[in-house]
């Protein structure tokens, strides 16, 4: 599949399809994505009754539903994650498994795109209730993505028609769109710019930016929030209700594998989580999204928002949303961010604190968000081509991105505090089972953050043991294969084949962590400017700032690059203002 080419973003992805992994670290994560923790995902959900939800409400068994409001986007993201595995790879049992899937999504949509297990089995007729709180839209734009990924994967459009009928119908439902009805959990901004992306059809990105220009500009939030809350609560005494009523056979079992996950954390915590949601902070409903120049509230829905910004910016070009954007990306790295590139420090609000509130104990850092974060840096990377961002999802990927995951697929943390007294463990599944379809989409794309072009530029971010072979507009191909030792030593061999009759431009990241690299380039040095090289006063805190980009001019033909890039062992400082790390050090092996 051909990548869309956004207006304003500086380089074009190469789509993860067309990228062979062939990194022994990286492939053997992603063969346990594909082998083992895609399936260990489908059977939890069967176990968790979050399938049969969808049975029950197609009339093909009988039974009660199960799980919070937003389940359903739990095996929304599964599908979208086993859709891109499928995208590289065959496998006749979670084709089958994917086909079943949305067979049943067929029968579950309603003839107008509607669907949303809770309403239609509890609340029959009812729609668009409670937008801050029972993720509607939210669980919608999981099945869109998961529509745009199998089309992508497979050609079917059958099944891209699933996410377009969801999407015309909010276009239809919220035509007199009002702050009001902006979710409370974005996602669905990003799920209709990239069906807008493979459609062309502007309704899609209209919506996601109406969406979003009417964020943050709700009158008396706080009034708003508390009638949800009385509403989700009164709701949610009705299911009770008509639970009791329900056979005993249907809820045997119900949700014994679910585990509940911890809140504790420092005094005052509850207060404070309160007043995020009087004030809309939680939401990021507290002030329009030029004005949001330090990350807040949740911070999941913070990187989805911030990629959905930047996104649009991507298509539309306002120069005031990608100035917000850099300066919120900036004050998370610089003081709201812990060492290993986890975010959202607080339990209870699974969010941001203040500046420098970065407690190790009480650390959420949940997996998802160091996703959502990666996601946000990929499109400003797309943006402005600036090594930092790329530095970030390298040092994110490794270590606050792998961890959510066991090393057979099997067992998951959904938060990662940086100390423990030994009683933290990855479990099979969670109540809120968002983490782990997360982290498997993520997987099955990771070839998507290695390589992007502009014009007769290849730029390499990640180095990552790959191959791939470009097709350029006058028949002409660039191939590109790469050997990486990273993590464990840092050895990295491209070899380059340039069937262009122009030379070509291959920048290279040159990574934060190392001091002295060194590049040859067909057995002959490469200069790198002075100004390039890294100060060791550096040395004591990681900053993405230090990375940058070399330029390496290559004639046409077969060109052979090798890169020395020392992994140093340094004792990381944190800023002083980081109270509870003062008098501590941290021991670091780049990578």
């Not at 006749?92 to 498994?97: A, D, Q, T």
């Not at 869109?144 to 999407?167: P, Q, V």
């Not at 920048?507 to 390039?532: D, H, M, Q, Y």
């Not at 944190?574 to 941290?586: G, L």
Request: net charge positive; glycine share 6%.
């Amino acid at each position: 599949m051909e990548s869309h080419i956004s207006p304003h973003s500086k380089l074009k992805e190469v789509h993860f399809s067309k990228i062979e992994i062939i990194d022994k670290f990286w492939k053997t994560r992603q063969e346990i994505n594909r082998k083992s923790a895609i399936l260990h995902q489908w059977e939890q959900l069967e176990k968790s009754k979050t399938i049969d939800n969808f049975r029950c409400v197609s009339g093909e068994k009988e039974g009660f539903r199960t799980g919070y409001f937003y389940t359903d986007s739990d095996s929304h993201k599964w599908a979208e994650a086993a859709s891109l595995i499928l995208s590289n790879s065959k496998s006749k049992k979670l084709e089958k498994l994917v086909d079943d899937y949305f067979n049943l999504i067929y029968k579950v949509q309603e003839d107008d795109g509607y669907i949303f297990t809770y309403n239609q089995f509890h609340f029959p007729g009812q729609r668009w209730v409670n937008f801050q709180r029972e993720h509607e839209l939210y669980s919608l734009g999981h099945l869109i993505e998961a529509s745009c990924a199998h089309y992508s994967a497979t050609g079917n459009r059958k099944t891209l028609e699933i996410g377009e009928k969801a999407a015309k119908l909010v276009i239809n439902d919220l035509s007199d769109f009002t702050a009001k009805h902006t979710p409370g959990h974005p996602e669905i901004e990003i799920a209709l710019i990239k069906l807008f992306r493979i459609t062309k059809e502007k309704g899609y990105l209209e919506l996601a930016e109406k969406m979003l220009e009417k964020k943050g500009r709700m009158k008396f939030f706080a009034l708003q929030i508390l009638k949800e809350n009385l509403s989700q609560s009164n709701r949610t005494k009705l299911v009770e209700k008509q639970r009791k009523t329900a056979s005993t056979d249907s809820l045997s079992d119900e949700t014994k594998i679910m585990s509940d996950l911890s809140t504790d954390g420092p005094s005052g915590l509850f207060i404070r989580t309160y007043l995020q949601f009087l004030s809309g902070k939680y939401f990021q409903q507290n002030a329009p999204i030029r004005k949001l120049t330090k990350p807040i509230g949740h911070s999941v829905r913070w990187g989805y928002l911030a990629t959905s910004i930047t996104m649009l910016y991507q298509e539309t070009g306002d120069e005031s949303l990608l100035n917000t954007l850099e300066e919120s990306w900036d004050h998370m790295v610089c003081k709201r961010m812990y060492i290993t590139g986890g975010i959202g420090s607080l339990p209870s609000l699974e969010g941001f604190g203040r500046d420098y509130e970065l407690n190790n104990k009480y650390a959420y850092n949940e997996t998802c968000a160091a996703i959502s974060s990666i996601f946000w840096s990929w499109e400003m990377l797309l943006v402005t081509g600036q090594a930092k961002y790329a530095d970030l999802i390298e040092w994110q990927l490794y270590n606050a991105f792998l961890v959510g995951m066991s090393s057979d697929g099997t067992s998951y943390f959904y938060r990662n505090p940086l100390e423990t007294r030994g009683n933290f463990e990855r479990k099979p599944w969670y109540k809120t089972a968002c983490c782990p379809s997360n982290i498997s989409r993520t997987l099955a794309k990771i070839g998507q953050y290695i390589y992007s072009i502009n014009d007769s530029t290849l730029w390499i971010h990640q180095y990552i043991g790959s191959s791939f072979n470009y097709d350029l507009a006058d028949g002409k191909t660039i191939s590109v294969s790469m050997k990486s030792g990273f993590p464990w030593k840092g050895g990295v061999k491209l070899t380059i084949e340039n069937g262009s009759e122009k030379n070509l431009t291959i920048k290279l990241r040159i990574p934060s962590w190392t001091r002295k690299a060194i590049i040859l380039v067909n057995g002959k040095e490469e200069n790198i400017p002075k100004f390039c090289e890294l100060d060791e006063s550096t040395a004591s805190g990681y900053s993405p700032y230090d990375s940058y980009y070399l330029p390496i001019k290559l004639d046409t033909g077969k060109s052979e690059i090798e890169m020395s890039l020392p992994m140093e062992t340094f004792l990381r400082k944190s800023d002083r203002k980081v109270k509870c790390n003062r008098e501590k050090i941290a021991l670091t092996r780049d990578l």
